[in-house]
């Protein structure tokens, strides 16, 4: 995947950051909605970008491969030139001010997080639950050995309670999914979050896409 | 295994995408490789390079180890079951484990049946060194697929081989007329399904890591460059001089695979990588990937 120079980039564009993890799965929702997302891997690729999404995988490896090449200072300086940021799963983890246990990452919403908080992958599961503010129709929600979001400071908005743990907040410049919208037929969050990042999404899609499968990704991937 | 909790353990593997598992022996080679950015890490008693030069019989490692190991961690688990042997695999889930690799680094315990995966719901990763392969492992339920290459050699030419050969294999099925798939999956003794779903997809439907004689942060990088999605290095890292640079440069070599300024800085300063073994100067019934079919 090569990105183009910023000035021949069309609208509307958000970005995933691309160090490791389900950055597919991201590119293959937001292509649903008629946005075309941007894989991230350098500081030069974040310039004019309205949005990030920071994906699902293991937040350790992305910590050290955001250091390493300085694309942490250049997301915290974009996130305060106004690009919004929202993390499912790891990318939650990168978000949170607190990690149980560790260092925090970019620490951008006043919350704490525990990793991997469920157990093994035998505990990962799947659940449906409203998130009133994202749609009003019930959402499929996939935790793949998912963190937990504990508590969170004044100015975090929770958009879901789930039994012991919240699994979603948003802040004005953030929004943070401890599950995968993106392994679901659910755009819901894709859309939810390009708006909040003043795009237009295409109208007439369905919220709960017949054509997504698990193996939707793939077609990103074909052996040529 | 009911096609819910299968959707999980395929999308799991789908999120190491990019990403770099480890072989450890100890709980400090474990934080180690954690610290180094792996995403999972593979716990055993020994190395496949100390498997090969011991010889003898290779077996599941201790669960005590397996434990430490899993306590001392939060990235995700693997541990090797021998190939056929079922009860392994039982141990490994009840041991709660994250991935079971059903490995042919290990002594076989069944020459004519690998392990019904669809038993289990804790998922599997396969090796292959073809399609076929590949896709005889997908219907026994893996959930994951990696080349075999020959591992413990720090050499990576049978990765290679087996990478180019799926993708070969892959192209050929793509390009021909449906009629002649049945007899393209006959006499490859590829499950007609499985292949018909390749067709569909044009590529393998489950996540494909590299494994097997990967030793440098170039290797790591060629393999992704022929369309692997991640990569497992095993006697590379903690076989070489200085294992915890090394990892940091395999993961980093990984995660900007197409970019070779960035791949020659992962290579700089990593100090001695394992020493290599000739294939062609390892007796016939010392090579690994013959094991299992």
Avoid at chain 2, 7 to 25: H, R, S, Y
Avoid at chain 2, 50 to 76: H, N, T
Wanted: charged share 25%.
């Amino acid at each position: 995947m090569n990105p183009s120079k910023p000035s021949t980039r069309p609208e509307p564009v958000l970005g995933v950051l691309d160090l490791q993890g389900g950055v597919l799965e991201h590119l293959d929702h937001l292509e649903r909605l008629g946005i075309r997302g941007l894989p991230v891997k350098s500081p030069e690729d974040l310039s004019g970008l309205k949005g990030l999404i920071l994906p699902g995988g293991e937040s350790t490896c992305m910590s050290r491969l955001l250091r390493i090449f300085g694309v942490d200072e250049a997301i915290r300086r974009e996130y305060r030139k106004g690009m919004k940021i929202w993390g499912t799963c790891a990318g939650t983890i990168l978000l949170a001010a607190r990690v149980r246990g560790e260092t925090s990452h970019l620490g951008l919403i006043d919350m704490e997080v525990e990793r991997n908080s469920f157990g093994s992958q035998l505990d990962s599961f799947t659940a449906t639950a409203v998130v009133p503010s994202v749609s009003p129709d019930p959402l499929p929600l996939t935790f793949i050995r998912s963190p937990k979001i504990l508590e969170v400071g004044e100015g975090v908005n929770i958009l879901l309670r789930m039994n012991d743990f919240i699994a979603a907040v948003e802040t004005p410049g953030t929004l943070a999914t401890v599950f995968h919208p993106e392994l679901t037929g659910s755009t819901a969050f894709h859309r939810y979050f390009a708006v909040k990042c003043g795009l237009c999404p295409a109208p007439d899609v369905p919220a709960l896409d017949p054509g997504w499968s698990r193996t939707s990704w793939t077609r990103h991937v074909r052996v040529r | 295994m009911d096609e819910k909790r299968y959707e999980l353990n395929v999308q799991l593997a789908q999120m190491l995408k990019g990403g770099v598992i480890m072989d450890v022996t100890t709980v400090e080679q474990a934080r180690i490789a954690e610290e180094a950015g792996a995403v999972a890490v593979m716990a055993l008693e020994r190395v496949p390079a100390d498997i090969r030069a011991q010889g003898g019989v290779a077996r599941m490692s201790e669960p005590g180890l397996i434990r430490q190991i899993k306590q001392s961690v939060s990235i995700p688990v693997m541990a090797k079951a021998r190939i056929g042997h079922f009860v392994e695999a039982q141990l490994l889930e009840t041991l709660k484990i994250d991935y079971i690799d059903e490995s042919e680094v290990l002594t076989p315990a069944d020459e004519e049946c690998h392990i019904d995966k669809t038993k289990f719901s804790i998922p599997f990763v396969c090796g292959a060194r073809n399609l076929a392969e590949a896709l005889r492992r997908i219907a026994e339920g893996a959930a994951m697929i990696r080349t075999k290459g020959e591992a413990g050699t720090g050499n990576v030419v049978e990765a290679v081989r087996h990478m180019r050969t799926m993708n070969r294999e892959i192209r050929q099925l793509l390009n021909m007329p449906l009629e002649e798939v049945t007899g393209f999956c006959k006499v490859n003794g590829m499950p007609y399904e499985q292949a018909l779903k390749v067709r569909e997809l044009g590529r393998l439907p489950v996540v494909n890591f590299a494994a097997g004689g990967l030793a440098t942060p170039a290797d790591a990088a060629l393999m992704m460059q022929l369309g692997c999605d991640g990569v497992f290095v095993g006697s590379g890292i903690f076989k070489s001089s200085n294992p915890a640079v090394r990892a940091r440069g395999i993961v980093k070599a990984t995660a900007f695979f197409n970019d070779p300024e960035k791949i020659l800085e992962a290579s700089l300063g990593l100090g001695e990588a394992m020493p290599g073994l000739e294939i062609a100067q390892i007796p016939a019934d010392k090579l690994l990937a013959g094991r299992g079919w």
